[in-house]
């Protein structure tokens, strides 16, 4: 019982590798296309967006909705104040309320923009450590002695070496 097996005709190696070459061609050049209709895609999607898009000056915010902002936000702050508050223990809670009293936080808040900035505070510490320790040498070996306002001119000649050191800093960044 021997049956024969069908006669299979296979292709040559070069047919293979022409039918390759050819699936490869087919597949770079569909790549392509494909390539071409996503730039495409995108090149609309960014043009209808820059079409749509309004620049800060051009959105107008009602003032009505800009202060009802303001009174939600404040009405949040103090409730949030209050819960914090209330959890406190008495003399905390006593110092929270005289920091957060509105005037004395208005002026914390300026005078942290402005002259309390921590360049000029740390300037200022470093220099009048620095300066009083070469100062109590000279005068220790030389023989004069301190008045004790060396150490204000020294913290305020550092706080405004480190105020100049950070606007520097914030014109080259």
């Known amino acids: 019982m021997s049956e024969k097996a069908p006669k299979v005709e296979s292709k040559t190696s ?7 070459e050819q699936y490869k061609a087919a597949a770079e050049e569909l790549n392509k296309k494909q390539e071409k209709v996503d730039k495409d895609i995108e090149a609309k999607a960014k043009a209808e967006v820059e079409k749509q898009a309004k620049s800060k000056e051009e959105v107008e915010i009602p003032k009505a909705e800009k202060k009802s902002d303001e009174i939600q936000a404040n009405k949040s702050y103090r409730s949030v104040m209050h819960r914090v508050e209330s959890k406190l223990p008495t003399t905390q809670r006593w110092f929270s309320k005289v920091i957060n009293y509105g005037p004395i936080e208005r002026v914390s808040t300026i005078a942290s923009k402005t ?3 921590p360049s000029g505070i740390l300037g200022g510490g470093i220099v009048a450590l620095i300066g009083l320790i070469i100062l109590a040498y000279f005068s220790n070996s030389i023989g004069f002695s301190l008045s004790g306002s060396e150490f204000i001119f020294l913290i305020l000649a550092g706080w405004l070496v480190g105020l100049i050191v950070e606007g520097i800093y914030k014109a080259i960044r």
């Open 115 to 117: 002259i309390a900035r």
């Open 14 to 20: 070069q047919e293979s590798y022409d039918v390759k």
